[in-house]
């Protein structure tokens, strides 16, 4: 109990918010990166997603690549970024080895989503005279729509949590308030920052969930 009173305490000292180290200006560095790299997984995980699911090809390179993803720790695949010539780019290796680590659930999810969509709906609009892209656009990208936002849900959380790791590459987040809890010895520093990163966790999966709820009946729902 001591620790965790520490903890709060060092959370309710504000001088631990302001200045170019504080509390703040780590969030928002945590933010700013978990939004660029969600950003970017979603440019490369759905659009071929929803157009192998669409063509109905790509089953096992979905599921392979997915299952790939998950084996791999984000934090092997960080340090041999650091190790290549990458690792002269900044925030690259970061923003990369997080990327790899969010695409997984997001290419799954909305694979899952678009064969799911019931083949008979899809055959009444080719029937109707619909060609492959507005069958895509309008049929089948919204009943696919729950598993997809359920996909971006998970990748979002995971980048939080997981981003702490730009730290270690000399990033900036809220990973840097505990390793430098680390640097100093000190254990409520360290636990202050975790609880940050979950707090900013549990957040952003409550705005998600609110989304959801908030969206028409079609975008509501859970996924795998």
């Not at 520490?6 to 918010?17: E, F, G």
Request: neutral net charge.
């Amino acid at each position: 109990m001591t620790t965790l009173a520490d903890a709060w305490s060092w959370l309710t000292t504000s001088a631990h918010w302001s200045g170019e180290n504080g509390v703040w200006h780590r969030l928002g560095e945590h933010v700013f990166l978990t939004v660029v790299c969600l950003a970017l997984s979603c440019l490369i995980a759905l659009p071929t997603a929803l157009v192998l699911g669409h063509l109905g090809k790509g089953g096992a390179l979905a599921a392979n690549l997915a299952n790939a993803g998950r084996a791999v720790p984000t934090f092997a695949v960080l340090v041999l970024l650091l190790l290549s010539p990458i690792g002269a780019y900044g925030d690259w290796p970061t923003i990369i080895a997080l990327v790899l680590f969010a695409v997984p659930p997001l290419l799954t999810n909305a694979y899952v989503g678009m064969r799911g969509v019931d083949a008979d709906v899809v055959r009444a609009a080719r029937g109707m005279g619909m060609t492959g892209g507005q069958t895509l656009a309008r049929v089948e990208l919204p009943l696919a729509l729950p598993l997809i936002l359920t996909g971006v849900r998970i990748a979002a959380v995971q980048l939080v949590a997981t981003a702490t790791v730009a730290a270690l590459a000399g990033g900036g987040g809220l990973g840097r308030i505990i390793t430098a809890g680390f640097n100093l010895a000190s254990t409520p520093q360290v636990v202050a920052g975790a609880c940050l990163v979950a707090a900013l966790a549990l957040l952003v999966e409550g705005a998600f969930e609110g989304v959801q709820r908030l969206a028409p009946t079609g975008a509501r729902g859970s996924g795998a």
